[in-house]
Structure formats: structure tokens, C-alpha cells
């Protein structure tokens, strides 16, 4: 009997179903820390903290549910490829939600923290070329392509690790 969600089957493996989990969570995340960061600097490390599960969570429940429904053939390999394909998606979910913030919704986010640095580089009395190639690298980050090579390159790592952690945990029963 067909459901009204058998349309959908082809995108609600495991490793799409978490990863698109994931990466709507930490994409709130993501717009929660701007919203409170800056007042709260705690709520920072909190955010993180929850990012960092977020990423482990959903590549343990994907690996979970893909061992659930083959475990004869569920082997080291098979849970570290659940565990990046998993991670790509949330990684495509966030990257594309930190391009959108930087693109449209805030586009100076980098001139904004440049005043925000300047102020304590300049009662530092630091060189002003340590502050220019500082601000360079600050454009650089909160730039889209910026934003979107540090949030993959993290989510990507982050997943890998713990994939393969998580592989070696989960042995065939």
C-alpha cells in the first residue's frame, strides 16, 4: 500500500533522513549564535557544543538504522561511508545556510567584526600590517565561499572522526 510519503522513498535513506536533521539544527544553531552570541558569549559555547553532538547524533542514528536494516553485510566500511555520506548532507544543509546568511542576510558581517578588532588592535598598539593581512583574513572567513569552505571543511572532519570511531563500535551482531 502506498503512503502519501512513498514519493519520497528514494530521499529518505538514512544517511539523507539524519543529515538533513543535522543540518536544519545546526542551521538554527547557526542564526540562533548570531542572534544571542554577541550578547551572550556563553550561548557561543553552548551552540557549539550542540553542533559538535548534532554531527555525532545523526551520524550514530544513520549508522544505527542502516546496521537495523542489513546487518550481514554492515561492516567497518559500509558504517564509515554511512558516516560521510551523512555528514556531506548536513554539511550541504549548514554550507548552504552559512552562504545564504552571508550573502543576503548580513553582507558585512566581515566589516562589522573588522571595527569590532580594530579597536583592540589599535589599543594593542599592533603593526598596521599585522592588521591589514588580520582584516584580509577576517573578509576571507565571512566572505560566502568563506563561509561555506569553513562550514564543510569542519562539519566534514568533525563527521569523519566520528564516523570512524563510531565504526569501530559498531561490529555486527
Known sequence: MATCFSIFSPFMNPEFKFGFLGGGLIAIL???????????????????LVIFAAIGVAVYLAMREKRTSDPATFVFAKALLTGAIT????????????????????PDKAAQVIAAKEKEWTAADKAPD????????????????????????????????FSGGLALGMKKK
Do not use: H
Not at 87 to 106: D, H, K, L, M, P
Open 87 to 106: 555528514c556531506f548532507y548536513i554539511s550541504v544543509i549548514a554550507g548552504g545556510y552559512s552562504y545564504a546568511y552571508a550573502r543576503f542576510v548580513n
Open 130 to 161: 599585522f592588521i591589514e593581512k588580520q582584516k584580509q583574513i577576517i573578509r576571507t572567513t565571512y566572505s560566502p565561499a568563506g563561509q561555506i569552505e569553513s562550514t564543510v571543511g569542519v562539519i566534514m572532519v568533525l563527521g569523519l572522526l
Open 30 to 48: 547557526f542564526y540562533a549564535d548570531e542572534l544571542f552570541g554577541t550578547s551572550y558569549p556563553a550561548f557561543t559555547w553552548v551552540a557549539n
